[in-house]
Nanobody, 119 residues
Framework: EVQLVESGGGLVQPGGSLKLSCKAS????????MNWVRQAPGKEVERVAT????????NYADSVKGRFTISTDNANNMLYLQMNSLTPEDTATYYC????????????WGQGTQVTVSG
């Protein structure tokens, strides 16, 4: 089955940086549609970044464009999110997701990793 395991979250001061990781398994990662999404308490889920792992297509939410970078290490089935210039508004649980693109449109989620920007 599809498995997505996030790591790298933590507490960081405003203006700081953090790099999140997601280890993927159970599907062909080297040609996949992957996202980072986040959710803060009381707020809607927000897609922050997308990458197509074969074509290297990337797309970012306006709220993070220029500050966040999504990337992959296809040889190791790893998805990353480099986050710079963090603000308290970036505080959320961050999830990596995979969208099945052969018909079902099923979205698989990891367990999430907490990012807190404070101080």
């Amino acid at each position: 089955e599809v498995q997505l395991v996030e790591s790298g979250g933590g507490l960081v001061q405003p203006g700081g940086s953090l790099k999140l990781s997601c280890k993927a398994s159970g599907f062909t990662f080297s040609n996949a549609l992957m996202n980072w999404v986040r959710q803060a308490p009381g707020k809607e889920v927000e897609r922050v970044a997308t990458i197509q792992t074969f074509h290297n297509y990337t797309n970012y939410a306006d709220s993070v464009k220029g500050r966040f970078t999504i990337s992959t290490d296809n040889a190791n089935n790893m998805l990353y999110l480099q986050m710079n210039s963090l603000t308290p508004e970036d505080t959320a649980t961050y999830y990596c997701t995979r969208v099945e693109t052969s018909g079902s449109s099923q979205v698989d989620w990891g367990q999430g990793t907490q990012v807190t920007v404070s101080g």
